[in-house]
């Protein structure tokens, strides 16, 4: 069974400063992809970032990064210099096909994000 | 190049009643997933649609069910509702390709709301 955890149920940050919002998962698959998404009051999922499990790099996609450490089941997002509009609900999730999106997601509980000027 | 779209945004519907909510892929998206994600939780996944048939099904009784057109729009019905069916209901698009990475673009969700 696959399953996501994020413990920080909030996390503030000022603005321009960085912040890393914690995810840890648990597969007994050896080909997964590990996906972050942003979801703002208005309910639309954002996609932000994705992690393939056989990627050597940790992906980064403007001021999202991926800090991914295999070992420790970890997929943590890092967004830099944080902006008023990052202010949102940030879903990590995974899908347990072979390094595809096309499989279902497995979402964790979400992390609120709150930026303050 | 138009998102996915979703129709209704809100619906407000009585316990034992029926509801079809629609979804419209992102433009060269051949694949189609629904969620239902409660207040506070995340997304849960109740089924994929490619080529017009169910390929993954989550853990949701048969009350959910759904469909996909031939122009890769989907709908998914849900009978005999209760309240706890009082969620968000996500759609999101894909394109099957093999081996690859295309991302799963998601709708603006409708709302449902079960008196």
Same mark, same amino acid.
């Given at each position: ?13 000022? &603005?321009? &400063?960085?912040?890393? !919002? ?5 597969? *007994?698959?050896?080909?997964? /992809? ?8 208005? /309910?639309?999922?954002?996609? !932000?970032?994705?992690? /393939? *499990?056989?990627? &050597?790099?940790?992906?980064? &996609?403007?001021?999202? *990064? ?10 943590? !997002? ?8 990052? *202010? ?11 390094g595809s999106t096309l ?9 609120? !994000?709150?930026?303050?000027? | ?14 316990? $034992? ?11 060269g998206h051949d694949t ?51 309240? $706890? ?9 894909s394109l099957r390709t093999s081996g690859g990475t295309d ?13």
């Amino acid at each position: 069974a696959q399953k996501i955890t994020q413990t920080q149920p909030g996390m503030f940050v000022q &603005e321009k &400063e960085a912040v890393t !919002l914690d995810c840890t998962y648990d597969t *007994s698959d050896q080909s997964y /992809g590990l996906f972050w998404y942003k979801q703002p009051s208005s /309910g639309e999922m954002i996609f !932000l970032i994705y992690q /393939g *499990s056989y990627d &050597e790099q940790n992906a980064t &996609e403007g001021r999202y *990064s991926l800090n991914f450490q295999k070992a420790r089941k970890s997929a943590n !997002l890092v967004i830099s210099a944080s902006q008023l509009g990052d *202010s949102a609900m940030y879903f990590c999730a995974m899908t347990p096909d072979r390094g595809s999106t096309l499989g279902r997601l497995y979402f964790g509980r979400g992390t609120q !994000l709150t930026v303050w000027p | 190049d138009a998102g996915v779209t979703q129709s209704p945004t809100h619906l407000i519907k009585t316990r $034992g009643q029926q509801v079809t909510l629609r979804c419209s892929p992102k433009s060269g998206h051949d694949t189609v997933s629904w969620y239902q994600q409660a207040l506070g939780q995340g997304p849960q996944f109740i089924f994929q649609y490619y080529e017009e048939e169910e390929r993954q099904r989550g853990n949701f009784p048969d009350r959910f069910s759904g469909h996909q057109f031939p122009n890769y729009s989907s709908e998914l019905n849900v009978n005999a509702l209760l309240l $706890g069916d009082s969620a968000l209901y996500l759609c999101a698009s894909s394109l099957r390709t093999s081996g690859g990475t295309d991302t799963q673009y998601f709708g603006p969700g409708t709302r449902l709301t079960v008196l």
